[in-house]
């Protein structure tokens, strides 16, 4: 069906086009009973607004921008989700771009959320940023950016964050009330900052409280590489008693490397994961995790959009709590 427009709504209703168009954006210069005779005759007709036009005469459009690393990514997935629910109940768009890791397709992205004008921006960034002058330019520019996973160390950004320190400590924890002694301790890029602190938070538990339990750190971060490496390592002979996984990716590359090798889980070996909560659940038994939810971030994350998009509040860091989901691989 042709879409509708503002004319053919003046004439049928013997209206100026400018009061039709100020009825439904209900402005208080237009009665009641316009707007209502306005409205139903919209509705009635499938009237749909036009968005191009609206941000060619604006400058401005109702839409906001997402860059992550991969889409290919559960976490990922689950925010984006949250957000897109968010930002429909409220009147936005959603833009989605993925920098694959790589500095020049993010800065790439970047410009093509400018060209088409996008009202804020959420960013997990890639493994290759180091530098920010781009969202430096989107923040001088007004367009709010909220930092979230891989978030930016440098100050003066919005970050939404999953409690990084707190969800690795509770991990630590699990794995010590079940007196485990050799924990393969597997994390993704060294790089970021995510892995810098969950791993210095896992150690610190350790070294406090069970100073006794060896632990080998290694950093394979995707699911080829972590199943190679444990291959490796247990078909030289030093097999963990534990396998932690600080993600997803890893957490299926461990297992695929335990089934190839037939071992049992946890009567072999106890694994234990940092996850968004989808993939644990998929074995058998259930791999026991800390929640780092990508839906709730998403959430969470919009929550600090919206406020800075309405209330132009003050940058702030702001944090999602983890919890202990208890399957049967510990």
Not at 103 to 120: H, P, Q, T
């Amino acid at each position: 069906m042709q879409q509708n427009t503002l004319k053919q709504l003046s004439e049928v209703l013997g209206l100026s086009i400018s009061t039709v168009s100020r009825a439904l954006k209900d402005h208080p210069d237009i009665s009641e009973k316009t707007k209502t005779r306005v409205r139903e005759l919209a509705n009635a007709l499938d009237y749909e607004p036009n968005h191009f036009a609206v941000q060619l005469r604006t400058q401005q459009s109702n839409m906001l921008g997402i860059l992550v690393p991969s889409i290919n990514n559960y976490f990922y997935d689950f925010f984006i989700a949250a957000v897109e629910e968010e930002a429909v109940k409220h009147g936005y768009s959603i833009m989605i771009m993925q920098s694959l890791d790589k500095s020049a397709l993010e800065n790439s992205n970047m410009n093509v959320f400018r060209r088409n004008k996008i009202v804020g921006l959420f960013v997990s960034i890639s493994i290759e940023t180091e530098e920010l002058t781009s969202f430096r330019k989107m923040e001088t520019s007004n367009v709010p950016v909220v930092f979230f996973d891989r978030v930016a160390e440098e100050e003066g950004f919005s970050r939404v964050c999953l409690s990084d320190e707190h969800a690795a400590s509770i991990a630590a924890e699990a794995i010590i009330r079940k007196n485990k002694l050799h924990v393969l301790a597997l994390f993704g890029h060294p790089h970021l900052s995510i892995t810098k602190a969950r791993c210095a938070s896992f150690k610190q538990v350790f070294a406090r409280k069970s100073p006794q339990t060896k632990i080998t750190i290694h950093y394979p971060e995707q699911i080829e590489a972590s199943k190679a490496l444990v291959l490796d390592i247990i078909q030289k002979g030093d097999l963990p008693d534990t396998i932690f996984c600080m993600g997803d990716t890893i957490l299926m590359g461990v297992m695929h490397a335990l089934h190839e090798l037939n071992l049992r889980v946890p009567e072999d070996i106890s694994v234990i994961s940092i996850s968004n909560g989808l993939i644990p659940t998929l074995y058998q038994p259930k791999i026991t995790y800390v929640e780092t939810s990508g839906y709730k971030l998403g959430k969470l994350a919009f929550q600090q959009m919206f406020s800075r998009l309405k209330a132009n509040l003050e940058k702030e860091t702001v944090f999602l709590e983890s919890i202990l989901v208890e399957g049967g691989s510990l």
